[in-house]
């Protein structure tokens, strides 16, 4: 007999996880580093995209969370395939729960003229967006201070290699 579903739980296991993700370690300049570079469900579609890139950035939260908790150097950089202050990403900076949130560096404090024309990474129908991202931990932002954190978001020339614009993050380690 299999199990009934609910309409307010129509998700199974293999509807959550996060196919396209990876968690690399290294170490640089004597600091070890702790990556996740992951691709989250796409913006396009239904109410249950949504709830799904959210179960995501729930699963990479409880996954990092140990090493942030830890004072490791963590990064999160991706298609996270949502805006700054939407629900996915407040999830995974941990806006919701009690322990140290990442920091974003695609805020307008990292951009030195403050307009928005040079933080978006995506364009649909006109409308530009920044979906890519890239978090650092609280860690690495004490280790760097706000003048070590250089984010950028340079042209995309060749557009048959991607449709996104890349996000590119240079950190200055002492």
Known sequence: MSPAFTLDDDDTEDDTGISKGMRVSFKFEGHLFILYGLHLASEAGDHGQDQQRIAQASILRRNSLDAINAGQFVIVAGDLND???QPTLRRIRGFDDMWPDLVQTGNA???PDDRLDTRWTYEFEGERE???HILISPAIY???GRSGVRPSV???PNTLASDHRPFVLTLRLD
């Open 83 to 85: 805006d700054r202050g």
């Open 109 to 111: 404090e990292f951009f």
């Open 130 to 132: 920044q979906i890519d």
């Open 142 to 144: 004490t280790e760097v």
């Open 154 to 156: 340079p042209e995309q």
